[in-house]
C-alpha cells in the first residue's frame, strides 16, 4: 500500500491510517518496521516519522508487522482480521526457517494453510497437481529426505482430506496453535557477551521472558528470566542488568555492543512486559466489545453456515427426488419403448403372413388358370 503523508506527521499518524486501511483495531501487536544499516528498527509512535532514522528513499519502505506476540493465540487474537495477518507472518517465518519446525509439524501446518485457500478437498477438483506452484514447506525439509514434490503433495494432501468443514479463519487458527508451540515462535534474537569473561551468547526476548541461549542453538534456552520474576531491566551503554525480584537470586549481566541495537532490546523488553501485565488483568471495554462483536459474528457465521447446510441439504433431497423421478420416467420410456418394439414386431409378422397368403392365392390362381386352360384344350380335341 503506498500512502501520501505530510511532513509533520509522527509515526502515530502514519501507523494509525494503516490500521485504518486494514480494519484492524488489536493495534497494541503491531508496528511499523523499516531497516537501518545493519539491522532493523520500529517506528517510534511519539516522534516525528522524519526526525527517525527512516531511509530517505522516494518512496520509504515500511513493513507492517507483528512486534509483539501473544502468549496464547486463541485466547489473545479477537478479530479475524488479526488472525489472518499473525497467520500470514508466522507461515512466511516458518517457509523462511526463521522459525525451526520438523518435517511432520511442517506437513501438517501445510495441510490447514490448504485448508485456508483452497476450503474443502474435493478429489474431482482437486487432481494431482494442484499445490504444485504453491510454497509450502521449509527448503531443509524438501532437502531432508529423497521425496519428489508429488509424495510430499501426497502426504499433504491425505491430511487436508481431514480437516473437511472447517472454514478459512478456523484453519488459519489451528495453524497458529501448533505453531506457538515452536520453540523459537514469537521470539527475537540479539548477539549478546556476558560480564567479564567476553562469551559470545543469544538473547531471546518473548512474551514469555528473557531467554539466554548459546550461539549455535536458539531452540533450549540455558538460563530463562520469567517477565513475572523480573523486578528491574536497566541499561547504561553497552550494559544490561536483569535484576531478578527475589533478591536472593543473582543479578544477571550482559552486554550489547550497538547502541541502536540496545534502544530496540529495551522496547522490546518494555513493551512484552507491558503486555504480560495486561494480560493479567481485566480486559479492557475496547476489548470487551471487540470480544463480544467476535463472538457474534462467530454465531452469525455458524448459523449461516448451519442454514447453507441446511439447504444444501434440502437441495440434495430435492435431486435426489428429481432423479428418482427421471429414473421412473426412463422405466416407463424403456418399458413403451419395448411394446412398440413388439408390436412392430407383430405388424411386420402379420404383413409378412399377409404378403405369404397373396402369394399363395396368386399361385393357386394361375394353378386354376392352367387347369381349367388344359380341360379346355382337352375337350376341344375331342
Known amino acids: 500500500m503506498e500512502f501520501s503523508c505530510e511532513v509533520k506527521w509522527k509515526g502515530k499518524d502514519l501507523f494509525d491510517l494503516v490500521c485504518r486501511t486494514v480494519g484492524l483495531r488489536e493495534t497494541w501487536f503491531f508496528g511499523l518496521r523499516y531497516t537501518v544499516k545493519d539491522t532493523y528498527a520500529w517506528l517510534k509512535q511519539e516522534k516525528h516519522v522524519l526526525d527517525q532514522e527512516v531511509p530517505k528513499d522516494s518512496p520509504i519502505t515500511f513493513h507492517f508487522l507483528a512486534k509483539f506476540f501473544p502468549e496464547k493465540v486463541e485466547e489473545e487474537l479477537v478479530q479475524e482480521i488479526t488472525q489472518h495477518l499473525f497467520f500470514l507472518q508466522v ?14 509439524a511442517s506437513v501438517l501446518l501445510a495441510s490447514y494453510a490448504v485448508q485456508a485457500k483452497y476450503g474443502d478437498y474435493d478429489p474431482n477438483f482437486h487432481k494431482p497437481g494442484f499445490l504444485a506452484q504453491d510454497e509450502l514447506l521449509p527448503k531443509r525439509v524438501l532437502m531432508q529426505y529423497q521425496m519428489t514434490v508429488d509424495m510430499w503433495e501426497e502426504k499433504i494432501t491425505a491430511w487436508y482430506a481431514e480437516h473437511r468443514g472447517i472454514a478459512r479463519d478456523e484453519a488459519e487458527m489451528e495453524y497458529l496453535k501448533i505453531a506457538q508451540d515452536l520453540e523459537m515462535y514469537g521470539v527475537s534474537y540479539f548477539a549478546i557477551t556476558q560480564n567479564k569473561r567476553d562469551t559470545d551468547l543469544l538473547l531471546g526476548v518473548d512474551a514469555q521472558g528473557l531467554h539466554i541461549y548459546s550461539p549455535n542453538s536458539k531452540l533450549n534456552p540455558n538460563k530463562s528470566f520469567p517477565w513475572s520474576g523480573i523486578r528491574n531491566i536497566s541499561y547504561s551503554e553497552k550494559e544490561f542488568t536483569i535484576k531478578p525480584l527475589d533478591k536472593k537470586k543473582d543479578v544477571f549481566k550482559f552486554y550489547s555492543s550497538q547502541l541502536r ?14 503486555l504480560f501485565m495486561r494480560r493479567r488483568k481485566v480486559d479492557s471495554i475496547e476489548v470487551q466489545q471487540m470480544k463480544a462483536q467476535a463472538k457474534e459474528e462467530k454465531a452469525r457465521k455458524k448459523l449461516r453456515s448451519e442454514e447453507t447446510a441446511d439447504l444444501l441439504a434440502e437441495k440434495a433431497q430435492i435431486a435426489e427426488e428429481e432423479a428418482k423421478l427421471l429414473a421412473h420416467k ?53
Open 91 to 104: 507461515k512466511k517465518q516458518i517457509l523462511d526457517e526463521e522459525i525451526f519446525c520438523s518435517p511432520e
Open 261 to 274: 541495537v540496545n534502544k530496540l532490546i529495551l522496547q522490546l523488553c518494555i513493551g512484552n512486559h507491558d
Open 330 to 382: 426412463a422405466a416407463e420410456a424403456e418399458q413403451d419403448r419395448q411394446r412398440l418394439e413388439v408390436t412392430a414386431m407383430k405388424t411386420k409378422e402379420e404383413k409378412r403372413l399377409m404378403e405369404q397368403k397373396m402369394r399363395e392365392a396368386e399361385q393357386l390362381a394361375v394353378k386354376l388358370v392352367e387347369q381349367s386352360e388344359r380341360r379346355s384344350d382337352a375337350e376341344s380335341a375331342k
